[in-house]
T-cell receptor
Framework: DVKVTQSSRYLVKRTGEKVFLECVQDMDHENMFWYRQDPGLGLRLIYFSYDVKMKEKGDIPEGYSVSREKKERFSLILESASTNQTSMYLC?????????????FGSGTRLTVV | GEDVEQSLFLSVREGDSSVINCTYTDSSSTYLYWYKQEPGAGLQLLTYIFSNMDMKQDQRLTVLLNKKDKHLSLRIADTQTGDSAIYFCAEWHDSSASKIIFGSGTRLSIRP
């Protein structure tokens, strides 16, 4: 069963902490994405990557950075967490060639910054 | 623009059909999708339709595509309590760095 795995389901961090959210996929997908989901705002794209060591800004990159050192792993970094980054974070991956499969999502990480 | 629009809420009686509607903007979209998100979970692909199709049926699910009006709908027959979820419409957007654009999601609630 193919999977996108996010390392934590729930996280509580303090304001100012550096936070790492990890995502690993086992489908040999080229593309990986990080979204945040907030009530009434739908999914908002933070960053995405089409290849190892490549990254592109999404719609709301401010306050975030990413790392993709290996094809299967895409990390989201909150350099200095703030309360307005409390949210559900969703990682996704997709194949460059098989568009009909769309994106495969992880189960999400609910982050609370206190 | 890149908006995919759908209504935020839908309430239906158990056993009735649910119809969730969506409008999209990119006439060159090749694939359109419906995703389901259950509480506390990620999004799960329900079905997709290729742009040269008008309809696709899969068990209780029927997808209708009207390319002229850029309108996509998802019909769930015999709606059950397990269908309670948020449903996202999405389009593959070739003109936007080849990524999927999602709607804001429609929350489907089932009443007895």
């Amino acid at each position: 069963d193919v999977k996108v795995t996010q390392s934590s389901r729930y996280l509580v961090k303090r304001t100012g902490e550096k936070v790492f959210l990890e995502c690993v996929q086992d489908m040999d997908h080229e593309n990986m994405f990080w979204y945040r989901q907030d009530p009434g705002l739908g999914l908002r794209l933070i960053y995405f990557s089409y290849d190892v060591k490549m990254k592109e800004k999404g719609d709301i990159p401010e306050g975030y950075s990413v790392s993709r050192e290996k094809k299967e792993r895409f990390s989201l970094i909150l350099e200095s967490a703030s309360t307005n980054q409390t949210s559900m974070y969703l990682c996704a991956s997709s194949s460059r060639d098989r568009r009909y499969y769309g994106y495969t999502f992880g189960s999400g990480t609910r982050l609370t910054v206190v | 623009g890149e908006d995919v629009e759908q209504s935020l809420f839908l309430s239906v009686r158990e056993g009735d059909s649910s119809v969730i509607n969506c409008t999209y903007t990119d006439s060159s979209s090749t694939y359109l999708y419906w995703y389901k998100q259950e509480p506390g979970a990620g999004l799960q692909l329900l079905t997709y339709i290729f742009s040269n199709m008008d309809m696709k049926q899969d068990q209780r699910l029927t997808v209708l595509l009207n390319k002229k009006d850029k309108h996509l709908s998802l019909r769930i027959a015999d709606t059950q309590t397990g269908d309670s979820a948020i449903y996202f419409c999405a389009e593959w957007h070739d003109s936007s760095a080849s990524k999927i654009i999602f709607g804001s999601g429609t929350r489907l609630s089932i009443r007895p």
